[in-house]
């Protein structure tokens, strides 16, 4: 039996992945950070899918997590991850193609949207390059790929209208798959 799980991914079967989230409209309702909780074996998973999650993990939890995840692959199991590129977000308010406060609520989750889903708020941050180096620090292989990217469409609790100037730009997302070695 393949495993492949959509960790933090809404649905049943999402592209052939098992969803886990704590969310009520998935195949597996638990806390995605918890692995051992609904994965009993070591070394037998295909695929871990992250897109926009792996941010959501707390910073106490991150290393463990990670951690996790590798004792979790079989050889030759993946990590893929899509997320924000705070780099390139950073570098958009630096060129001033994004005022500070809209830099701001794409790094750190505006109150609202954590009103809605406390698990909604940010607690990591990175750029391509170096989150592959937490995996690589961890004895995975990790490669980068272009994952595209999101239009900004945040508000701000302070000055509502200010960030809707910026509605539409696109937000680049960093793609990092990390591999289980075969050996």
Not at 90 to 108: D, H, N, P, V, Y
Not at 132 to 142: H, T, V
Request: glycine share 10%; charged share 20%; aromatic share 10%.
């Amino acid at each position: 039996m393949t495993l492949r799980y959509d960790l933090g991914g809404v649905g049943f079967g999402p592209n052939g992945r098992l969803a886990v989230n704590l969310h009520t409209d998935c195949d597996i309702h638990h806390d995605f950070t918890d692995l051992d909780g609904f994965i009993e074996r070591d070394g037998c998973v295909e695929e871990f899918y992250l897109c926009h999650s792996l941010e959501h993990v707390p910073v106490t939890r991150y290393r463990k997590f990670l951690g996790d995840m590798s004792r979790k692959l079989r050889p030759g199991g993946r990590v893929v991850v899509v997320q924000t590129d705070a780099g390139t977000v950073i570098r958009q308010w630096i060129g001033g193609e994004l005022s500070f406060r809209a830099m701001r609520a794409t790094l750190f989750t505006p109150a609202e949207r954590i009103h809605g889903n406390p698990l909604n708020q940010h607690h990591n941050m990175w750029t391509a390059d170096e989150l592959a180096r937490d995996f690589e620090s961890l004895g995975l292989q990790a490669t980068m790929f272009d994952a595209g990217w999101w239009s900004f469409d945040m508000i701000d609790a302070f000055l509502p209208n200010e960030l809707t100037a910026y509605h539409g730009v696109p937000i680049h997302n960093l793609g990092v798959v990390a591999s289980k070695p075969m050996s």
